[in-house]
């Protein structure tokens, strides 16, 4: 079955700092790639969407890179600020179907 | 309403009784999901509806766990002689289209605890 891992499950990082989470998969071919973000006692909410054919997509302070090679999505915040502070996941989807979620990184961001 | 919901936001309940968890989706979208958060961990897929069909069940961990969708809108997961086990928060989302893009949008949660 699918499997998909978050670099770490916190990270710590300086305000003003690009914070980088990584996403890395196995045993799965995504058609596109999602992140979201879930702060403490709420559901997830839907940040950024990258296809399978796309390198990289930018919103704001937000950049995701999907290398179909390497199975792996890089996530960067550029200019962290402590409101960024919460828990990012990734998640994977083909065709139709339903999607898959990573047990998510827990990002820090010291005023 | 203008966002996932659902209810009750929390559940406690013994060991072996039933319990129903219900999640009402946001208008139009024809497609539901559940899923199980336990703490530390990535929202684990249960089900998923498109309409009023269960299009993927697969992800149900046993036959005590049953979900419905009878009129394509709210949804109820059901849970038989629950055990400790099952405690964890429980997700709804929905999504306009099951389409290959299809951002989800999540309710609060129905956080169930099994003592």
């Known amino acids: 079955s699918q499997k998909i891992e978050q670099n770490s499950e916190a990270l710590n990082i300086q305000e003003g700092k690009t914070a980088t989470l990584t996403c890395n998969y196995t045993?799965?071919?995504?058609?596109?790639l999602q992140w979201y973000r879930q702060d403490p006692g709420r559901g997830p909410v839907f940040l950024l969407l990258?296809?399978?054919?796309?390198k990289e997509k930018r919103k704001e302070r937000l950049k995701v890179t999907f290398d179909t090679t390497l199975k792996q999505s890089l996530f960067h915040i550029t200019a962290s600020q402590p409101a960024d502070s919460a828990t990012y996941l990734c998640?994977?989807?083909?065709?139709?179907?339903?999607?898959?979620f990573g047990t998510g990184t827990r990002l820090t961001v010291i005023p | 309403g203008a966002g996932v919901s659902q209810t009750p936001s929390n559940k406690v309940t013994e060991k072996g009784k039933y319990v129903e968890l219900r999640c009402d989706p946001i208008s139009g979208h024809t497609a539901l999901y559940w899923y199980r958060q336990s703490l530390g961990q990535g929202p684990e897929f249960l089900i998923y509806?498109?309409?009023?069909?269960?299009?993927?069940d697969s992800g149900l961990p046993n036959d005590r766990f049953f979900a419905v969708r009878p009129e394509g809108s709210v949804s109820t997961l059901k849970i038989q002689r629950t055990e400790r086990g099952d405690s964890a928060v429980y997700l709804c989302a929905s999504s306009k289209t099951s389409g290959r893009t299809g951002e989800l949008f999540f309710g609060e949660g129905s956080r169930l605890t099994v003592l």
């Open positions: 990258i296809r399978e054919n796309e």
């Open positions: 998640a994977l989807g083909s065709g139709a179907n339903n999607l898959f």
């Open positions: 045993n799965y071919s995504p058609a596109y």
């Open positions: 509806f498109q309409g009023t069909g269960a299009a993927d």
